[in-house]
């Protein structure tokens, strides 16, 4: 009974309820056929109620939630825990100025970026102001501010327009518009119900706001199974409903198996950081110390790609036309968000699996394991050239977990091709 009980409880619930403690705390309850009303007599403070993901969020007393764990319409119980923000040349780098030559600058593309907020900068309200609407979780506010900075540097990178710089710190889809979510404090940090519940508001009103692509540049510990973990799920369920997810890989590196939740998340694309060396060329390029590894504990193979994190320029919470500096795999996260929008820009109907292979099927292989760098670094000169974009009008877009596997062949080697290769080539032998 013990052990069966503990099945359906994460180890930091599980935890607390083999210690002395007895008072609540806070957890994330997913239920089988979203049947959460039971959950009203047992709860002390109801948070958010969750259905993107079949849960609720409260806070709960430890005798409760071990009654509860026996429950069978009860799937998984889960600590809400925090999650926090994973702190000229990368233009350069990644090759930008192809797809601006042809006239793709994110226009008409809206992102969503679920972070500390956004201070109005010159860069994003000069020359049109590209902020469709603000929603803030944390204190409820109408007005956008940013009490951070990490959010505002992540929106520069994105789509700021240069208009402070004279075009020098420019971000990678300069029209795109903008969503902002405030999910995280003052510090940089919010619980995952704050997450998850502003991704569902993201997924209820993307028609308004005609949002294509989610930027999570935040990330906790992946304690168990993305299946599981209710952020992630989260962002599985927004891919579903159409929105193309980047989530930062994190900064827990170097060591194997450090990818944060969400970025264990199979759908998503998850990014790693790379220092570029301050050069525009690959050949130099190297996995930045912090960036962290895979493989997930699904035992799927993360990042998906990498693009430049290490001393990235881009937009100051304090001064409304300055400049900053930050590092991390948040720093690169919003460079891949930018390349997406370019992307949705250019193909109307792109949903999120085909917008995934063609930024992983783009990339340049730097010479580091695929658990290290993915399938390499971003070149947007591959991804809108015409002859190779048209590789992707014969191969089949169905299959996501499958492609999440090929990493460096770029997406186009199958693991029932190299089968039947393989059963062909012991048929010669034979003979």
Same mark, same amino acid.
């Given at each position: 009974?013990?052990?069966?009980?503990?099945?359906?409880?994460?180890?930091?619930?599980?935890?607390?309820?083999?210690?002395?403690?007895?008072?609540?705390?806070?957890?994330?309850?997913?239920?089988?056929?979203?049947?959460?009303?039971?959950?009203?007599?047992?709860?002390?403070?109801?948070?958010?109620?969750?259905?993107?993901?079949?849960?609720?969020?409260?806070?709960?007393?430890?005798?409760?939630?071990?009654?509860?764990?026996?429950?069978?319409?009860?799937?998984?119980?889960?600590?809400?825990?925090?999650?926090?923000?994973?702190?000229?040349?990368?233009?350069?780098?990644?090759?930008?100025?192809?797809?601006? %030559?042809?006239?793709?600058? !994110?226009?008409? =593309?809206?992102? @969503?970026?679920?972070?500390? #907020?956004? +201070?109005?900068?010159?860069? &994003?309200?000069?020359?049109?102001?590209?902020?469709?609407?603000?929603?803030?979780?944390?204190?409820?506010?109408?007005?956008?501010?940013?009490?951070?900075?990490?959010?505002?540097?992540?929106?520069?990178?994105?789509?700021?327009?240069?208009?402070?710089?004279?075009?020098?710190?420019?971000?990678?889809?300069?029209?795109?518009?903008?969503?902002?979510?405030?999910?995280?404090?003052?510090?940089?940090?919010?619980?995952?119900?704050?997450?998850?519940?502003?991704?569902?508001?993201?997924?209820?009103?993307?028609?308004?706001?005609?949002?294509?692509?989610?930027?999570?540049?935040?990330?906790?510990?992946?304690?168990?199974?993305?299946?599981?973990?209710?952020?992630?799920?989260?962002?599985? %369920?927004?891919?579903?409903? !159409?929105?193309? =997810?980047?989530? @930062?890989?994190?900064?827990? #590196?170097? +060591?194997?198996?450090?990818? &944060?939740?969400?970025?264990?998340?199979?759908?998503?694309?998850?990014?790693?950081?790379?220092?570029?060396?301050?050069?525009?060329?690959?050949?130099?390029?190297?996995?930045?110390?912090?960036?962290?590894?895979?493989?997930?504990?699904?035992?799927?193979?993360?990042?998906?790609?990498?693009?430049?994190?290490?001393?990235?320029?881009?937009?100051?919470?304090?001064?409304?036309?300055?400049?900053?500096?930050?590092?991390?795999?948040?720093?690169?996260?919003?460079?891949?968000?930018?390349?997406?929008?370019?992307?949705?820009?250019?193909?109307?109907?792109?949903?999120?699996?085909?917008?995934?292979?063609?930024?992983?099927?783009?990339?340049?292989?730097?010479?580091?394991?695929?658990?290290?760098?993915?399938?390499?670094?971003?070149?947007?000169?591959?991804?809108?050239?015409?002859?190779?974009?048209?590789?992707?009008?014969?191969?089949?877009?169905?299959?996501?977990?499958?492609?999440?596997?090929?990493?460096?062949?770029?997406?186009?080697?199958?693991?029932?091709?190299?089968?039947?290769?393989?059963?062909?080539?012991?048929?010669?032998?034979?003979?």
């Amino acid at each position: 009974m013990r052990r069966g009980k503990r099945i359906k409880i994460d180890p930091l619930v599980s935890a607390k309820l083999n210690s002395i403690s007895k008072g609540e705390i806070p957890i994330i309850i997913r239920f089988k056929n979203n049947n959460t009303s039971k959950i009203s007599t047992m709860s002390s403070k109801l948070k958010y109620e969750l259905p993107i993901v079949g849960a609720i969020a409260c806070s709960m007393n430890l005798n409760d939630i071990s009654s509860l764990s026996n429950d069978p319409d009860v799937e998984f119980i889960s600590f809400d825990g925090k999650v926090f923000a994973q702190l000229d040349i990368v233009n350069e780098s990644i090759k930008t100025n192809f797809p601006k %030559e042809k006239n793709f600058t !994110g226009e008409g =593309v809206t992102v @969503a970026v679920v972070d500390t #907020g956004f +201070s109005p900068h010159v860069d &994003l309200i000069r020359p049109t102001n590209r902020i469709l609407g603000f929603k803030d979780f944390v204190n409820n506010r109408n007005k956008p501010y940013d009490d951070n900075g990490h959010g505002t540097h992540i929106a520069g990178i994105i789509a700021g327009s240069g208009y402070s710089s004279n075009g020098k710190y420019t971000g990678i889809a300069p029209s795109a518009n903008l969503l902002i979510v405030k999910a995280l404090d003052s510090s940089g940090s919010g619980s995952t119900s704050d997450i998850v519940s502003a991704i569902q508001w993201v997924i209820e009103t993307k028609d308004k706001y005609n949002t294509k692509i989610l930027n999570l540049s935040l990330g906790t510990p992946a304690n168990s199974s993305y299946t599981s973990c209710p952020l992630a799920q989260a962002v599985e %369920e927004a891919v579903k409903s !159409g929105l193309t =997810v980047v989530c @930062a890989a994190g900064n827990s #590196g170097p +060591s194997k198996g450090t990818i &944060l939740c969400p970025g264990n998340a199979p759908s998503g694309i998850t990014v790693g950081a790379i220092d570029d060396n301050k050069t525009p060329e690959i050949n130099d390029d190297f996995i930045a110390n912090f960036s962290s590894r895979g493989p997930t504990k699904d035992g799927y193979k993360k990042p998906d790609v990498v693009a430049p994190g290490v001393d990235i320029m881009s937009l100051s919470n304090k001064n409304s036309s300055g400049y900053i500096s930050l590092s991390g795999t948040s720093m690169a996260t919003p460079v891949v968000t930018g390349a997406c929008a370019l992307l949705h820009q250019k193909h109307a109907d792109l949903t999120p699996k085909k917008a995934k292979k063609m930024i992983v099927g783009c990339c340049s292989n730097i010479g580091f394991s695929q658990n290290e760098q993915g399938a390499g670094v971003i070149d947007l000169e591959k991804l809108f050239d015409k002859d190779y974009a048209s590789k992707y009008d014969t191969i089949s877009f169905n299959d996501p977990e499958k492609f999440d596997s090929q990493g460096v062949f770029g997406g186009f080697i199958d693991d029932n091709i190299i089968i039947i290769l393989l059963i062909i080539l012991l048929f010669l032998w034979d003979i």
